[in-house]
C-alpha cells in the first residue's frame, strides 16, 4: 500500500491577509484528523512566500513579492543551488512576526514530527492570532511540549539554518505562485473544497485493491453535507 505524498505549503501568519487559518481549522483538520500516517505521507511547510534576500535579485535589500520571490525561486530551487540561497537574511511577507511564527511551527513539527501532533498545535497556535505567552504555552503542553522546548530550538541558530533550508528549498522547487499552496501527489490542488473527499479518491486510485481506509467513509458524508449546503443556499 502505497500512502499518499501530501503536502501543504503554508505560512500560517499570512492567515490574516489570506485564506489560510479557514483551511488548517476546515478542510485541512478534517482531512488529517480521519486519515494517518499510513494512509499519508504529510509535510505541512510553514514557509509562505519568505525567502533568503539575493543580491542579484530584484528588490535587494528589501523584500519583494512581485520580482524578488519568484527570482529567488528559479534561482535556488534547482538541483545544485548556489551558495548563499539558504543563508543570510531571511525575509518573510509580513514581516519579523511572520518569520518568529513560522520558526516556532517549523520547531515543533521537528520535535513532534507526527503530523497529528504538530498539526494540533498549528491549529491551536492559529486559533487565537496572534497567540498570547499563555496560549503558545496551552497549546505546546496539549501535544507534550513546553514553551522552553520550542525557545530552546528557535534560538539555536545552527538548528534553525539547517531547518529553514530544508523549509526553503521544499518552496522554491515547488515554484509556488502563493501561499497556501496545497499538493496531493505532485499536483497542486486547485481546490481544496471537499479535500478529505479528493485524497480518498487519489488514494483509491493510487491503491486499487486497497482496502478504503475508515477515514474515508465520513468523506461520503462530506460530500452529502456539501450538497444539502448547496441547495439551502437556493
Ligand atoms: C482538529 O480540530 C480539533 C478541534 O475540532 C483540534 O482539537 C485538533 O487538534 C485539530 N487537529 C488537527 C490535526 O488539526
Known sequence: MKGLAFAALISPLAALAADVTPLVAGDLNSTLSALDS???DFNFI???N???LQEDCPGYPSYDRSDGVPCWQS???VDSPPEGCFSGELACQHGDDECAGNAAETCVKHLKP?????MSFAYCYEASFPPSADDISGCAEAIGLTTSDIDACTSDTSLMASLQQTEGYATAQQGIPGTPTV???GESMSSTRLMLRQ???AFATLNPSAKSPAGCSSSMKQL???VLASSSAI
Open 199 to 201: 485524497v480518498c479518491k
Open 114 to 118: 507526527d503530523f497529528k501532533d504538530y
Open 46 to 48: 510553514s514557509f509562505g
Open 50 to 52: 519568505a525567502y533568503f
Open 75 to 77: 534561482k535556488c530551487g
Open 224 to 226: 452529502r453535507g456539501s
Open 38 to 40: 499510513s494512509v499519508l
Open 183 to 185: 499538493i496531493l501527489n
